[in-house]
């Protein structure tokens, strides 16, 4: 090559990217870091790692540095803010409110904005986050067919054969931490629940995406709760996802569209609040507000609808609770879920709701409140991390001596299973109103309805008796069928 082709070779220009557009993360949130660090030994990724760059503060002096035009967005800088599981564990201890949240939240609109996909990634990514999962119909066909799949004793062919070590590690890791598919589904239909007895409230029941496939059985122990309770449920149709998995990878537009729908349909149902069962969506929905400030039409909708939300964890305490007489003979620890307990600051109601049930012991696991490795997509996109942080998770629980685990969000109760199913622990995961609706089921009713001056034996209650009968038999056979 001479010297003139040689300097006649076009030099690449390096174009940086930098945060943009109105869901830029704001600056008066980044600069109340005063990077004091006391929010390091609350951050799990932190903890696993020690470094700095996988802390909160680490993880703000980056966006800082991409604010001020020292860095540009990159992969290199993608990553640190990936491994970030949004538990928001950091911003419960942070003594100067820095709110991580809307400052991930944010940062991660841009990294979608400027992370670059495969053909296929993108397609995949497209059809998951905007097909699927924005249409309830198709999520319930594909949650119905991994059902099939589970129960129609293929998987345990698929699995005794080598098939699986064919396919590509992601798929094999998804499929090894399946969760058991308990029939029957869940669904938001408009129905109404009336309570046991004279109503003491009206309520609106979110029924969510994931809870309602995954964990019918124990939607359906929400409303037996509710009603043994005094509460007439409504489960109004129209009603769609919360949108948090949408934030969480940040798509905050499809967020706010749900949002918009979510407000709509509950807002018409007129009720006295809007209850919610899982942690994750509880504080999506109570965060409406905030997501909603700008929107001219919808903000003060919003904010009328978030005062409204309440976790079923408060709510119950708040009616109050009609204190459960049926024995449970449990060794019961707690595990907070991140968004209870960071977010919406509820640590003490579903300890009060546990220790109101006849014969259980309450031992206190240590650290309860550190994530367990669920985090949204986490478990997808960042398996190896999440398994670490799960090891840790049931190490801690190994020594409180438990056999039953309550918690509170769908994504802590599956991921805390499959720890189980690694760890090979006899343990049963529970959420905490399903340990209150098995106490109820075991009054003895008549006599308690009697002295209430309650009429007992509706039809619909001597249906649900039967149903939660034959529910309990079919998650018995958990163990057997999603072992591995
Ligand atoms: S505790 Fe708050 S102010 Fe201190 S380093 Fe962490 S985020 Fe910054
Ligand atoms: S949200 Fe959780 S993982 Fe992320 S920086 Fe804060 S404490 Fe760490």
Redesign the pocket.
């Known amino acids: 090559m001479t010297t003139t082709e040689h300097q006649a070779k076009p030099v690449k220009k390096l174009t940086l990217k930098f945060f943009e557009g109105p869901d830029a993360p704001a600056e008066e949130d980044m600069y109340?870091?005063?990077?004091?660090?006391?929010?390091?030994q609350a951050c799990p990724t932190y903890i696993q790692t020690g470094l700095e760059t996988e802390?909160?503060?680490g993880r703000?002096a980056l966006m800082k540095a991409v604010n001020e035009k020292r860095v540009g967005l990159s992969p290199q800088v993608f990553k640190h803010w990936d491994l970030c599981i949004q538990c928001r564990a950091?911003?419960a201890?942070?003594?100067?409110?820095?709110p991580?949240g809307n400052l991930i939240e944010k940062t991660m609109v841009q990294v979608e904005r400027h992370r670059k996909r495969s053909w296929l990634g993108r397609r995949l990514t497209n059809l998951i986050l905007n097909n699927i999962l924005t249409d309830q119909t198709k999520l319930t066909a594909l949650v119905g067919t991994a059902r099939l799949y589970q129960q129609s004793g293929l998987q345990s062919v698929v699995r005794k054969t080598k098939l699986l070590k064919l396919v590509p590690k992601g798929l094999f890791d998804m499929e090894q931490s399946m969760p058991y598919i308990p029939q029957p589904f869940f669904a938001a239909n408009g129905q109404t629940v009336h309570s046991f007895g004279e109503p003491r409230a009206t309520v609106a029941l979110l029924s969510g995406c994931f809870m309602p496939l995954f964990h019918g059985p124990q939607m359906r122990a929400v409303e037996r709760v509710l009603s043994r309770n005094g509460v007439t449920i409504k489960v109004p149709a129209g009603q769609v996802c919360c949108g948090a998995i949408h934030s969480h990878v940040g798509d905050l537009e499809k967020s706010r569209q749900f949002a918009r729908q979510n407000i709509d349909t509950f807002l018409a149902s007129n009720v006295d609040a809007v209850v919610i069962a899982s942690a994750g969506c509880g504080t999506r929905m109570k965060e409406y507000a905030h997501l909603l400030k700008d929107d001219p039409e919808y903000a003060e909708k919003a904010a009328e609808f978030s005062a409204m939300v309440k976790d079923i964890h408060e709510f119950l305490v708040d009616l109050p609770l009609i204190p459960p007489q049926g024995q449970l003979d449990y060794t019961v620890t707690y595990q907070d879920s991140c968004h209870l307990s960071h977010t919406q600051r509820i640590t003490s109601q579903p300890r009060q709701l546990l220790n109101s049930i006849p014969g259980i012991k309450f031992v206190e696991m240590r650290d309860s409140t550190r994530c367990c490795g669920a985090g949204g997509t986490y478990t997808i996109t960042q398996p190896d991390f999440s398994r670490r942080l799960l090891d840790r998770k049931m190490d801690d629980i190994r020594t409180t001596g438990a056999n039953v685990i309550a918690t509170a969000n769908p994504g802590c109760v599956i991921q805390i299973d499959y720890g189980t199913k690694r760890a090979d622990m006899p343990l049963q995961v529970k959420y905490v109103t399903d340990l209150l609706d098995e106490s109820y089921r075991k009054e003895p009713r008549k006599k308690a309805a009697w002295k209430e001056g309650l009429e007992p034996g509706s039809e619909w209650e001597q249906r649900e008796e039967l149903r939660a009968k034959w529910e309990e038999r079919g998650t018995d056979r958990r163990h057997q069928i999603g072992k591995h």
């Open positions: 109340k870091c005063v990077h004091c660090g006391f929010c390091l802390s909160p503060r703000i950091c911003e201890v942070c003594p100067s409110g820095v991580y």
